[in-house]
Every structure is written in structure tokens, then in C-alpha cells.
């Protein structure tokens, strides 16, 4: 009854909205636990009849973090509004459920010493070792998604230009600028590294992070590998996924670069998105000044006094 409308909802999410399929499966996971709440707490209450109050219990007792409360909450309001819009329910019980009280955290980045620190720390005399330090300043140097980097192909890359050719959410293309560093190590890779792997399936021959089996590397290899880096380089920041991604935003802003400059080599389809890591600028100026101002050293140093 409850995933009576799901395949409908797929086309829907994939051809009509133009979202990934990373995205659907997401939405899919998340309501699919909704599901299961509610076929156990109250199995007399369908799809038709469920309330506000039904979901508010499910979101409270729900024993995970914040942020991923949001994205389970963007998942459910998606499908029922998918409802309501196709005539299948009349009224959608997630029009007043606010998320304001899951407060917005701004997102963990890390420092550029961090990031040479944890490309010191990569053995780059293997294979595996030397992609994956290419992987991390690319990353760090384009803003990319995790998704948007695997899927590029060796055509993408304008060497002459020094730009990249990236197919972002929604299928949506744009170019993202490479510095000369990040470019030079991604062609030693493929010149030096890709090219002697012994074989190479078919449908990757243009794809141009590989496996040393020939094979496009999962997005779960490229974030555990990440979190296992910054945990040897000695980081004990929240390692997610998009760290990187966020670091790149977050070093472009503190060093003056236009919003929407920024906004644009992101991908974000609104400026909103771009506009939380101006937040972290104004955070980081503050610890400037909390360390370096005289007036504040003096109040530190008074403070490490007292008993």
C-alpha cells in the first residue's frame, strides 16, 4: 500500500525533475523507512489517512543526527507532494511540517595545511596511492562532487584551456576552471598510472579514475578513502563526503572571490546555497581577530592566568 506509487515517483524524480539517481535512492531509502514505522506503530493508518502528527512521532524518535533527519525529511515531503500533485491523495500531511527546529549546521572544512598534510601522508609510489592523491587535490582544487568526478571522462579535460568539462545535478553541464598543479598531476596519472593498468573493461575505457581492475570506482571506495587519509594524517575533524567540495567554496570566499563566481563553479542553481560559506568567512575573521588583535592577545593572556 505505502510503495503503491514508488515507480510512478521514480520517473518522476529521474525524468521529469531531472534529479541523479544517487538522489531517488536516497528519497527511496528514507521513506522506505517511514514505511516501516508506520506499519508497525500504526498499522491501521494508510497512505490516505496519515497525519502531521504521525510524522512528527517518527521524526522524534528517530536516534540519528540532525542533518540527516533534513534529508529524510526532504525524501518523504518529496513523495507526498508527488501525490497530491498526481491526484493521488487530496491533502498532504507534510505542508506544516517544520524542519526550522533541526538547526542548520555550517559545514566541517579543512585548512590547506590539513589538506598537505594529508597528501604527505599517501604512499605515492602505488598505484592506488598516487590516483587517490590526485583524486584529493582535484577535488580540493575544482570544488567537484564526489559524482561528478567519477564520471569524468578523458574527453573533459581541456588541457589547453584549463578547464573542465563537468556534468553536475539534473544533468546540467559546466565548466570549472583547473589550476596548472592539479592539471599536471591528473596528466601524469593517466600518462604514467592509467595507462599501465593490465586491463581495462570496455564500458570505462574513457572514464578516468579507475580501480586496478579497470573498473569505475564507487563513490563509498572515494569517501572511505578520504576518512582513512585524514584519520593517518592525524585530523580528528567529522569526515563526510563533501569536505573537500566545502573546503574549496570555503578558501575561494575567505580569499575575496565573487559569490557568484563561486555559486557558478559549484553548480548550485541559486545563490542561497553559496551563501552559508560567507558564514564561515565571518567565523574565520573572527578567530583572526580573537588571535592576532593585541587588545584580544592581552584578554587571552589574562584569561590563562586566572585559576
Known amino acids: 500500500m505505502w510503495e503503491e506509487y514508488f515507480n510512478d515517483f521514480k520517473s518522476h524524480i529521474l525524468l521529469e525533475r531531472s534529479l541523479s539517481k544517487n538522489t531517488y535512492e536516497a528519497y527511496e531509502r528514507d521513506c522506505k523507512k517511514f ?12 497512505i ?10 517518527f521524526l522524534w524518535r528517530l536516534k540519528i543526527k540532525n542533518s540527516s533527519k533534513r534529508r529524510i525529511v526532504s525524501g518523504i515531503k518529496a513523495y507526498f507532494k508527488f501525490l497530491v500533485m498526481s491526484d493521488r491523495i487530496n491533502d498532504n500531511p507534510c ?9 542548520k549546521l555550517l559545514p566541517v572544512v579543512l585548512h590547506h595545511e590539513e589538506i598537505q598534510k594529508m597528501l604527505s601522508v599517501i604512499d605515492k609510489s602505488t598505484y592506488h596511492g598516487f590516483r587517490d592523491s590526485v583524486i584529493i587535490e582535484i577535488l580540493y582544487a575544482c570544488g567537484l562532487r564526489i559524482s561528478e568526478l567519477l564520471n569524468l ?4 579535460v581541456y588541457y589547453k ?4 568539462k563537468v556534468i553536475g545535478k539534473g544533468n546540467k553541464e559546466r565548466l570549472v576552471p583547473i589550476g596548472e598543479k592539479a592539471l599536471k598531476l591528473l596528466q601524469l596519472y593517466i600518462k604514467n598510472h592509467r595507462s599501465k593498468l593490465p586491463k581495462i573493461d570496455p564500458k570505462c575505457e574513457d572514464i578516468i579514475f579507475l580501480n586496478r581492475r579497470g573498473r569505475k570506482l564507487t563513490r ?3 569517501f572511505q578513502a578520504i576518512k582513512t587519509i585524514a584519520h593517518e594524517a592525524g585530523i580528528k575533524k567529522n ?7 566545502h573546503s574549496f567554496a570555503s578558501a575561494l570566499i575567505q580569499g575575496g572571490a565573487n559569490l557568484i563566481a563561486v555559486k557558478e563553479m559549484m553548480g548550485h542553481s541559486s545563490v542561497v546555497s553559496t551563501e ?30 586566572e585559576p
Open 35 to 46: 514505511f516501516a514505522f508506520m506499519r508497525e506503530n500504526y498499522p491501521e493508518i494508510t
Open 95 to 103: 505542508q506544516l511540517l517544520k524542519t526550522s527546529r533541526i538547526d
Open 161 to 164: 584551456h584549463e578547464y573542465i
Open 153 to 156: 571522462k578523458k574527453g573533459d
Open 239 to 245: 569526515i563526510h563526503p563533501h569536505i573537500l567540495r
Open 220 to 222: 563509498q571506495y572515494v
Open 48 to 57: 490516505y489517512t496519515v497525519k502531521l502528527q504521525h510524522l512528527e512521532d
Open 276 to 305: 552559508i560559506y560567507t558564514h564561515l568567512d565571518t567565523l574565520h575573521l573572527r578567530e583572526t581577530l580573537m588571535l592576532y588583535h593585541p587588545h584580544y592577545q592581552e584578554l587571552n593572556k589574562r584569561k590563562s592566568k
